[in-house]
């Protein structure tokens, strides 16, 4: 069985293997648990995330609004999303808003990708990519 956070309330659900993750609805708000795209978390959420999710991959994207190639890279990144899911869920880290939660995770250029699986760090890689190379980066790494 596997858990992960609503990205409407925080809530955590759990989803049983033998139902479709797709179709699943938050127990507590009645959202869509995966909505096929990145989600915007500050450090708070991100934590929560960390802390609930299990079973599922966290693949984190530290931006900021002022960067180029972060930019380039969001399209690609909502892109990626929609293919990765539900096996993994597509968080976004605005590093100059959530400056201390950047810095906690060793953040020293952008944009930064980070994949979890239950909680630690799986694999990180700096720098744009396409959303070809990131469901491949994503999908090697998770094995």
Same mark, same amino acid.
């Given at each position: 069985?596997?858990?992960?956070?609503?990205?409407?309330?925080?809530?955590?659900?759990?989803?049983?293997?033998?139902?479709?993750?797709?179709?699943?609805?938050?127990?507590?708000?009645?959202?869509?648990?995966?909505?096929?795209?990145?989600?915007?978390?500050?450090?708070?959420?991100?934590?929560?995330?960390?802390?609930?999710?299990?079973?599922?991959?966290?693949?984190?994207?530290?931006?900021?609004?002022?960067?180029?190639?972060?930019?380039?890279?969001?399209?690609?990144?909502?892109?990626?999303?929609?293919? @990765?899911?539900?096996?993994?869920?597509?968080?976004? =880290?605005?590093?100059?808003?959530?400056?201390?939660?950047?810095?906690? @995770?060793?953040?020293?250029? /952008?944009?930064?990708? /980070?994949?979890?699986?239950?909680?630690? /760090? =799986?694999?990180?890689?700096?720098?744009?990519?396409?959303?070809?190379? /990131?469901?491949?980066?994503?999908?090697?790494?998770?094995?």
């Amino acid at each position: 069985m596997s858990q992960v956070v609503c990205v409407s309330c925080g809530a955590g659900n759990r989803l049983p293997e033998e139902r479709d993750p797709l179709a699943a609805k938050c127990g507590r708000c009645k959202a869509a648990v995966f909505t096929g795209a990145p989600t915007a978390v500050t450090g708070a959420a991100l934590d929560r995330h960390r802390r609930l999710s299990q079973g599922v991959g966290l693949l984190l994207d530290v931006w900021a609004p002022w960067c180029g190639p972060c930019r380039t890279m969001a399209p690609n990144f909502e892109a990626a999303a929609r293919q @990765l899911e539900p096996a993994v869920r597509l968080l976004k =880290l605005d590093s100059e808003a959530e400056p201390a939660a950047a810095g906690a @995770l060793n953040v020293s250029s /952008i944009p930064t990708l /980070i994949l979890f699986r239950d909680g630690k /760090i =799986l694999a990180r890689q700096s720098g744009a990519m396409s959303a070809a190379q /990131i469901v491949d980066w994503t999908r090697r790494a998770l094995g």
